[in-house]
């Protein structure tokens, strides 16, 4: 089981920016899944998460500016970020919550993180 995520880059203040994070192996299903960041010098805090059902949950921080979304087809999850600001520079990392059929455990998994910067 992997989790590629994709997307980021720079962008100015105010503007947006789409991740995307695909989940693929042997996955029997996924629970949660979900956007976390880490800024330097900072401990990884949660930014969105979402449910196989598609309930939501959001950073304060990121109310109102951040969408997370789901394809639970596809196995995907997508962040789509509006309004940016400078404190919003971290690295950002997919999670999910998958059972695998080959071990049938259920654990954590990380994407391998993508750089998102908010300058002008």
């Known amino acids: 089981v992997q989790l590629q995520a994709s997307g980021g880059g720079l962008v100015q203040p105010g503007g947006s920016l789409g991740l995307s994070c695909a989940a693929s192996?042997?996955?029997?299903?996924?629970?949660?899944m979900g956007w976390y960041r880490q800024a330097p010098g900072n401990q990884r805090e949660l930014v969105a998460t979402?449910?196989?059902?598609?309930?939501?949950n959001y950073a304060d921080s990121v109310k109102g500016r951040f969408t997370i979304s789901r394809d639970n087809g596809k196995n995907t999850v997508s962040l789509h970020m509006n309004s940016l600001k400078p404190e919003d520079t971290a690295v950002y990392y997919c999670?999910?919550?998958?059972?695998?059929?080959?071990?049938?455990?259920?654990?954590?998994?990380w994407g391998q993180g993508t750089q998102v910067t908010v300058s002008s």
């Open positions: 192996g042997s996955i029997l299903s996924i629970v949660n």
């Open positions: 999670s999910a919550d998958i059972l695998d059929w080959r071990t049938e455990l259920a654990r954590a998994y």
């Open positions: 979402i449910t196989r059902g598609g309930s939501t």
